[in-house]
């Protein structure tokens, strides 16, 4: 009698990522269980009484038998797609494994190129822009510039994250964009207070004298300014020194300059962005909480909700902002 062994040796598919359902999973698996199953001793005579042999190959003989070889691989090809399968991981086919190859090798050279683009355009960088531009200036003034470009700079970054969790968040392009420039921009008062408070840090101007002007940037005027000369400050210089220098015959007007020795003030407080960011948004949250607490529409509730979510993911990275 003739022995024949007739080995089953299935390929498994691949099992999609997107869970197609309970016919995809038990496909998958009855075909991974085909790879171990076998049919031996059939008998080449029919109507003869059927015997069933196994012949065991063990020891070096697996190693010389090419049949066995390649049974060992297709186990231990099924071992390691079944241990994906219970992990949830999808197989990957040799075209996807390609493809995920050169995905790979691309994002490897862009990022090379970028590297690359980043050295050649380095002195061309807002930061080491403004320091080519600071370097023609007296140096007396340097820090007065300098903080003035890192309070805008603090203030783009914050933009910069505002713009980015908008589009996280589903917002269209111009949406985005709006976020940026709401959080970027700066009003005119802003800008006065911030140019007053760094000359007065910086001992180019008197915090009492700025007091005078209003927040922005003008004098006060009074009602009777045009019949009668307005002196802005005198409570600070001598008026009656002035006086007696003025000569009462002279038919033009006398210009006198008073000088006075200024000193640095570093301890004058300046509120950064981050920090008036931070402030602005918290007194925004406790307000929405308040409308949530009291508000019955659940639409309303809702879109309640989402800006609370929106307003805590900023305030978490800003928090994080260095």
């Known amino acids: 009698m003739r022995i024949s062994y007739i080995v089953l040796l299935g390929t498994p598919k691949t099992l999609l990522a997107d869970n197609e359902g309970k016919s995809s999973v038990i496909t998958a698996i009855v075909t991974v269980l ?38 060992l691989q297709k186990i231990e090809e099924s071992k390691r797609i079944m241990a994906e399968l219970m992990a949830g991981k999808p197989i990957l086919t040799e075209q996807q494994k390609l493809v995920e190859e050169q995905r790979k090798i691309v994002k490897e050279r862009l990022e090379a190129e970028l590297k690359r683009m980043d050295k050649d355009y380095e002195s061309y960088t807002p930061r080491n822009s403004f320091a080519k531009f600071v370097s023609n200036v007296d140096p007396v003034f340097h820090d007065l510039y300098w903080d003035q470009f890192n309070y805008m700079d603090e203030k783009i970054k914050i933009a910069r994250i505002a713009k980015q969790l908008a589009l996280a968040d589903g917002a269209t392009y111009e949406e985005a964009q709006a976020e940026y420039i709401k959080y970027a921009s700066l009003t005119r008062v802003q800008m006065v207070k911030i140019v007053q408070d760094l000359n007065v840090k910086h001992g180019f101007a008197d915090q009492r004298i700025q007091k005078i002007f209003d927040e922005y940037g003008k004098l006060v005027r009074y009602e009777n300014d045009k019949d009668e000369a307005v002196c802005y400050g005198c409570e600070y210089i001598d008026a009656d020194a002035l006086l007696a220098k003025a000569n009462p015959d002279s038919v033009e007007s006398t210009i006198t300059f008073v000088s006075a020795e200024i000193q640095k003030n570093p301890d004058i407080k300046i509120e950064s962005p981050r920090d008036a960011t931070i402030k602005r948004l918290e007194e925004k949250l406790d307000s929405l909480s308040e409308q949530l607490a009291s508000e019955s529409d659940p639409k309303v509730q809702q879109e309640l909700v989402k800006s609370i979510e929106r307003i805590v993911s900023l305030l978490d990275r800003l928090e994080k902002l260095e």
Do not use: R
């Open 34 to 71: 085909t790879l171990f199953a076998t049919i031996f001793a059939v008998s080449d005579a029919f109507g003869q009484e059927q015997v069933s042999e196994f012949t065991v190959i063990e020891g070096d003989e697996i190693k010389n038998n090419p049949v066995a070889q390649q049974i």
